[in-house]
């Protein structure tokens, strides 16, 4: 297996990715909603707002993850991993774990400071991620499940209270989706 940042010619491959492991597990309207947000975010971030690597075997993409620019009021370099996604056939062997460390570390070596996610704890917690409260970081919108609030440091700080409101780009600025 071979972990690595994406090609933008991948693009359409890593959409249709995100759409069949959602259909697979979430049903097909949330493959085609997933599909679409990121078909959106690869088509509409700029590259300084943006990361996506992708896990390749005989070159065909096995996963993909996605990281967006989280932005705070006070000045700090932090990312959104998500989504996330693992060829069906190819889940809990430990790849989703590979590609997210994979992907920390280069974000790391590029000076982010934190990282977020919003999902399930009990897989996220295996890649460093635990649970932040609102009152150190506030999400961009009213969060649906607070306890999937999840943040890890990059650095060797610990995570200090962030006053202030968060950002994240355009394709997840929908409450729905929090």
């Known amino acids: 297996m071979k972990l690595a940042t994406y090609n933008p010619s991948d693009t359409e491959e890593i959409?249709?990715?995100?759409?069949?492991?959602?259909?697979?597990?979430?049903?097909?309207?949330?493959?085609?909603?997933?599909?679409?947000?990121v078909d959106e975010l690869m088509n509409s971030a700029d590259e300084d707002n943006f990361y996506c690597f992708v896990a390749t075997v005989n070159e065909q993409i096995i996963g993909?993850?996605?990281f967006s620019k989280l932005s705070f009021e006070k000045k700090i370099n932090a990312f959104l991993l998500s989504p996330v996604a693992i060829r069906t056939s190819c889940q809990?062997?430990?790849?989703?774990?590979?590609?997210?460390n994979f992907g920390l570390n280069v974000l790391k070596e590029n000076g982010v400071e934190?990282?977020?996610?919003?999902?399930?704890?009990?897989?996220?917690?295996?890649?460093g991620f635990s649970f932040i409260p609102e009152s150190l970081a506030k999400a961009p919108?009213?969060?649906?499940?607070?306890?999937?609030?999840?943040?890890?440091?990059l650095t060797?700080?610990?995570?200090?209270?962030?006053?202030g409101n968060s950002y994240c780009v355009e394709a997840f600025n929908k409450p729905d989706m929090w």
């Open 15 to 37: 959409k249709q990715l995100f759409a069949n492991t959602f259909s697979d597990s979430e049903g097909e309207s949330e493959g085609l909603s997933i599909g679409s947000l």
């Open 156 to 163: 060797i700080d610990e995570i200090e209270p962030i006053v």
């Open 64 to 66: 993909s993850i996605i």
């Open 92 to 100: 809990g062997k430990g790849i989703g774990q590979k590609l997210i």
């Open 141 to 153: 919108f009213k969060l649906t499940y607070p306890k999937g609030w999840l943040a890890q440091s």
């Open 114 to 127: 934190l990282a977020f996610t919003y999902g399930d704890p009990n897989f996220y917690s295996k890649v």
